[in-house]
């Protein structure tokens, strides 16, 4: 069947001393599998974000927890699920994964706009259709 197949992006170089975000690097899922991407970090920060970008777009929130609650979402189906188990840990979920999920995610502790995004980015994770 069709297979949504993760690519590795290239990361940029953390600026923020001491910084690190680790994140689920790639993923290859047959349609209509579960994806779960891991995103830890080492700060201990309250805030947590979830990203996705589409090939040419800008960037979409998905998710911002404030310590482990819920407190904004963008425009995202119930198959998209976000869980912060604990305060360096941040999950996001998709069920049944389709074709139109494609697209990179990035996990981030601060607001990312462009074109400062790429400064505190974690490697972004890709899923094309081949």
Not at 47 to 76: C, I, S
Request: with cysteine; glycine share 6%.
């Amino acid at each position: 069947g069709e297979k949504l197949v993760g690519a590795l992006h290239p990361p940029a170089a953390p600026r923020c001393s001491g910084a690190q975000i680790n994140q689920t690097r790639s993923l290859v899922l047959e349609k209509g599998h579960r994806a779960q991407l891991i995103c830890e970090q080492t700060y201990g920060h309250d805030n947590m974000f979830w990203y996705r970008q589409d090939p040419g777009q800008a960037l979409q929130l998905l998710f911002l927890f404030v310590h482990k609650e819920l407190t904004d979402k963008g425009n995202v189906t119930d198959r998209f699920q976000a869980k912060r188990p604990q305060t360096e840990l941040f999950h996001l979920e998709i069920s049944s994964v389709k074709p139109e999920d494609s697209a990179v995610y990035f996990c981030a502790i601060e607001p990312l706009t462009q074109p400062q995004w790429e400064l505190i980015q974690t490697e972004g994770l890709a899923y094309p259709i081949q």
